[in-house]
């Protein structure tokens, strides 16, 4: 106690009583200067969006905490409308919760709301936002986007992308046969396999999975990327939370995770300009492309560098196989706890494909109970429930309430995908009856659901991510039937969630294959 007192009394001695007062006096100034800004500024006289009440300094954080990120939003969401306003810490954002206000910016507002907002990690991560996914919008991104899907995601790899995913699903179903009976196996690693095999062989010529490069695993890379991209308080708490970062070991993980997946993504770029990794086909295959790119100049008079192929690679990665492979096993969840959705999805695979002896793509396009069910899979488990965040690029008006430039807008299609005004009493029950007399569309003219997104940020994969979700579920379905582990029953499969960025199952989904034909 006797050493508290002259500690305190130290302090004094050392900060003199004029510089106090001049601290208060400077004090009071700002505040008086910040309340009369306040005051004359548009948003004094300008309608806002509803908001929760919030607290000094956190804003509304201490209402997000306790559930997931889009769940807390979507229980604010009932109480303050499907467009309203929260600050975390100093940063306002604006909370889109209903198709309604979806469709006005992904529709009527587009061209406003397409860009993104900044934060540490993504710059970071994006060799300072040279990539598709969180790059402002501008004209290299628009460049950046042309190549991947023409390069990547076009008519061009078609041919490609099919003989790589039948070797895939073959692979996947013989490493199923072998599996001991009766031993439940757990399909988040069939499924990451299988993914990782597709994406890889097509973006790099082969699976660097089989060949580990320095450095951690690749699935441990990518889960410490998630977290990462989560963002820091840094980006809220612009002071403070920067030297919060440093000092609490943010900064340096996010250096690690950064130098970790350069390098990766370097021995990769560095094999195909030496000419080391050997052609799929008569294709080369992304990279390859990628390399002979800097030396053209297309018709914009732009020339790819080398960060720039990097940034598509990290796009590639981080954004190509995760969301994938969680939509699958949310899947294969719901089908398993609702034995007559198994049953009548089964039936319907098995008297589309009839007796084959070899594993392939099969043919889904005549499977429309197979698209109900991935519609419907989701519509509940949108794989990235608040999509990536948006920014304004000037001031607005949605519904009346006025939005200003660089605001941030999160679109939480978790919620959009459950409420009650589109979908009926029913709409947290997994029912893909619900689309037989519902032509809904991914991203559509009403935003009814939009795990895609929408407008001219929406998913450019999506064709291919589907082809690849209805083309492993529907063999997976084919040549096995599926049961829970011993003791337990379908219905109480644990379907908790995790996660923010990505909506991940909380627990493994662990399967008993049995083997039918």
């Not at 604006?94 to 992904?106: D, G, L, P, R, Y």
């Not at 011993?486 to 499969?493: F, P, R, S």
Request: net charge neutral; proline share 6%; glycine share 6%.
């Amino acid at each position: 106690m006797h050493t508290t007192i002259i500690n305190h009394m130290e302090i004094f001695i050392i900060f003199p009583l004029w510089l106090l007062v001049a601290t208060l006096v400077l004090s009071m100034s700002c505040m008086f200067l910040f309340t009369l800004k306040s005051y004359r500024s548009p948003t004094s006289v300008s309608k806002l969006p509803p908001n929760p009440p919030k607290l000094p300094i956190i804003g509304n954080l201490h209402q997000l905490i306790g559930l997931p990120r889009h769940q807390a939003l979507w229980k604010l969401s009932k109480q303050y409308g499907p467009l309203m306003q929260i600050h975390i810490g100093s940063k306002p954002f604006i909370v889109i919760s209903s198709s309604t206000m979806a469709k006005q910016v992904f529709k009527n507002l587009d061209h406003i709301f397409c860009s993104r907002p900044p934060s540490h990690a993504t710059k970071r991560l994006s060799y300072n936002y040279l990539d598709i996914a969180f790059a402002p919008h501008n004209d290299h991104w628009r460049e950046m986007r042309k190549i991947l899907v023409s390069e990547f995601l076009g008519p061009k790899r078609a041919s490609s992308y099919n003989n790589v995913l039948v070797t895939e699903i073959k692979s996947m179903v013989h490493s199923l046969t072998l599996q001991p009976s009766n031993v439940a196996v757990n399909l988040n690693e069939v499924f990451l396999a299988t993914v990782k095999g597709l994406v890889c062989k097509l973006a790099f010529g082969k699976n660097y999975r089989e060949q580990p490069l320095k450095g951690p695993s690749w699935e441990v890379m990518l889960d410490e990327t998630m977290e990462i991209l989560n963002g820091s308080l840094g980006d809220s708490f612009p002071w403070l939370g920067r030297f919060i970062d440093q000092f609490s070991g943010w900064d340096s993980k996010l250096a690690k995770c950064f130098s970790n997946l350069d390098a990766y993504i370097e021995t990769i770029v560095d094999e195909h300009q030496n000419n080391t990794v050997a052609k799929l086909s008569d294709d080369d295959d992304f990279v390859h492309t990628l390399v002979e790119l800097p030396t053209i100049e297309n018709a914009s008079g732009y020339r790819l560098t080398k960060e720039d192929m990097k940034a598509l690679i990290m796009d590639v990665l981080t954004g190509g196989i995760d969301t994938t492979v969680v939509t699958m096993v949310w899947a294969m969840s719901e089908i398993t706890r609702s034995p007559r959705v198994m049953q009548k999805l089964q039936s319907e695979i098995r008297n589309c494909t009839g007796k084959i002896k070899k594993e392939n793509k099969l043919d889904t396009t005549k499977m429309t109970y197979l698209k109900m069910v991935m519609k419907e899979t989701l519509r509940l488990h949108p794989p990235a429930p608040l999509l990536l965040p948006h920014e304004s690029l000037s001031h607005c008006q949605i519904s009346g309430y006025s939005v200003f430039p660089r605001t941030t807008v999160l679109i939480n299609a978790w919620a959009i995908g459950r409420d009650p005004e589109t979908w009926g009493e029913n709409a947290a029950e997994f029912y893909p009856e619900r689309f037989e007399n519902l032509e809904v569309e991914y991203g559509g003219g009403n935003c009814e659901m939009v795990p895609f997104g929408g407008g001219r940020r929406s998913c450019p994969a999506m064709n291919t991510v589907l082809t690849t979700m209805e083309s492993t579920i529907a063999n997976v379905l084919y040549w096995f039937d599926w049961e829970v582990p011993v003791g337990m029953k379908n219905e109480d499969l644990n379907m908790q969630e995790e996660g923010s960025l990505v909506a991940r199952k909380k627990l493994p989904l662990y399967l008993i294959p049995k083997k039918y034909m």
